[in-house]
């Protein structure tokens, strides 16, 4: 006899498990189960999940497929959302569609034609359903960040101007943007107006603040090298933002950091400890952010060491069984992987973004 599908035993046991990869593989396995069994209202709200799940706890572009599969799903089938009393059900679609979107601007191998279709198609169930406009404006502000900061910045002004809704994200995020919108084009003062509600604690963070706005002033100040300053925001932001693999671009910034300052045991270790979380990362940036930190890290030691101790995973394209690493070796390695990294951005978005700021560092 068939085993019957039982949808809320299924979703049940998958929230009782690890946020990330362990919780995905198993809404993975659901949402094959519930394709098998045609059962349209999992197949959303599985999907819906998993999306939630690579883009808030794991590799965002992983999300990509589940929005992808979802939309024909809802397009047939989204009664059964309203059916089932499914609160926001446009509001659904719409946000795993631009959880789809949204890790473009961190895979320099789709190319912007691509992008820019999607786009339209976001922007035009947006003019269907009524909502999304301020999130649809800062789709366009972050990926244009990489490509033209004053065209960017000029979506983040319509973006601003745009009511929220629904769709939007926290008011706290949406300041933190704004921090780093500010910071992009090189306006300290504009940045921390809009930091000063957060500053004084008006404003409830999120579970990705302020790591967000800590984030950009620390790289400002790296880029100034303003280092007190730096390591200041670097020691704060550590406390918040070293608990899976979307902390990877922190984590790079806050390496880059201690190394250039008087922590640079401290970054060796930070470097050996999550080394393994870049591993089959699908977000470019993220490997990008982090391999920048660790070059810094290890050429920083190659001043004052020919030879480094370390515990790094055996994947690893230089792994020694003994443990035993020329720094040197090491910075070169990460230099030239970031720089193939950002190399790919740039040839993708048309610009010399990531050629200045690899230079910067």
């Not at 799903?73 to 309203?82: K, S, T």
């Not at 001043?303 to 370390?310: I, R, Y």
Request: with cysteine; glycine share 6%; aromatic share 14%.
């Amino acid at each position: 006899m068939a085993k019957r599908f039982d949808g809320d035993a299924l979703y049940t046991a998958a929230q009782k498990l690890p946020e990330g990869k362990a919780r995905m593989a198993a809404l993975l396995d659901a949402i094959h189960q519930a394709d098998e069994a045609g059962e349209h209202y999992w197949r959303m709200l599985l999907r819906y999940d998993y999306a939630c799940q690579a883009t808030f706890h794991d590799d965002p572009p992983k999300a990509m497929t589940a929005a992808a599969e979802f939309a024909p799903i809802f397009e047939e089938h989204g009664d059964v959302l309203y059916e089932r009393s499914v609160d926001g059900a446009p509001e659904m679609y719409l946000m795993i569609t631009q959880m789809g979107i949204d890790p473009i601007v961190n895979l320099p191998q789709v190319p912007m034609e691509q992008w820019e279709e999607l786009m339209r198609q976001f922007r035009a169930l947006v003019q269907r359903y009524h909502i999304g406009l301020r999130t649809y404006w800062w789709q366009m502000c972050q990926f244009w960040q990489y490509v033209d900061k004053e065209q960017a910045f000029i979506y983040f002004r319509k973006f601003w101007r745009t009511g929220r809704d629904g769709l939007s994200d926290c008011r706290a995020c949406e300041r933190s943007n704004a921090v780093r919108m500010c910071l992009l084009i090189g306006d300290r003062a504009a940045a921390d107006d809009y930091a000063k509600p957060m500053e004084a604690g008006r404003i409830w963070f999120c579970s990705d603040t302020p790591q967000r706005y800590w984030h950009a002033y620390l790289e400002d100040a790296l880029d100034r090298k303003e280092m007190d300053r730096a390591k200041v925001y670097a020691n704060k932001l550590y406390r918040k933002a070293d608990r899976d693999r979307n902390d990877l671009s922190y984590l790079g910034a806050i390496i880059r950091c201690w190394a250039q300052t008087d922590d640079l045991e401290r970054a060796l270790s930070l470097v050996e400890k999550r080394l393994e979380w870049t591993e089959g990362m699908w977000d470019q940036k993220k490997r990008y952010d982090f391999y920048k930190g660790a070059w810094a890290c290890f050429r920083e030691l190659a001043k004052t060491s020919g030879t480094a101790e370390l515990t790094l995973p055996e994947w690893f394209p230089l792994f020694q069984a003994g443990g035993s690493y020329a720094p040197q070796e090491l910075a070169d390695w990460f230099h030239e992987e970031a720089s193939k990294i950002g190399a790919a951005f740039d040839k993708r978005n048309g610009s010399d973004y990531f050629a200045k700021d690899l230079a910067l560092t």
